[in-house]
């Protein structure tokens, strides 16, 4: 997957447990783990924004594209 979740990261940065973080945003602790592990196909904006107002983040902080490496692939070029 290219989209990588920082969660874990920003979690123990704060000293904050899942758990505790779950209970301040009101989401259920499965549910936010579900996007802790990178398994979440999906996040609401109002989700994203609760997290980042507890934690204090942009959401940069907590999400970042990693390319796919694919041996032998070329890179998409676009017109000019």
Do not use: Y
Not at 7 to 30: C, F, K, S, Y
């Amino acid at each position: 997957m290219a989209i990588r979740v920082k969660l874990d990261d920003l979690l123990h940065d704060r000293r904050m447990t899942l758990t505790e973080l779950a209970e301040r945003i009101d989401i259920t602790l499965p549910n936010l783990s579900i996007l802790k592990t990178g398994k979440a196909r999906a996040i609401r904006f109002s989700t994203l924004e609760a997290i980042c107002e507890v934690l204090a983040c942009q959401p940069g902080d907590l999400i970042e594209f990693q390319p796919d490496s694919v041996a032998g692939k070329a890179p998409i070029r676009t017109a000019s």
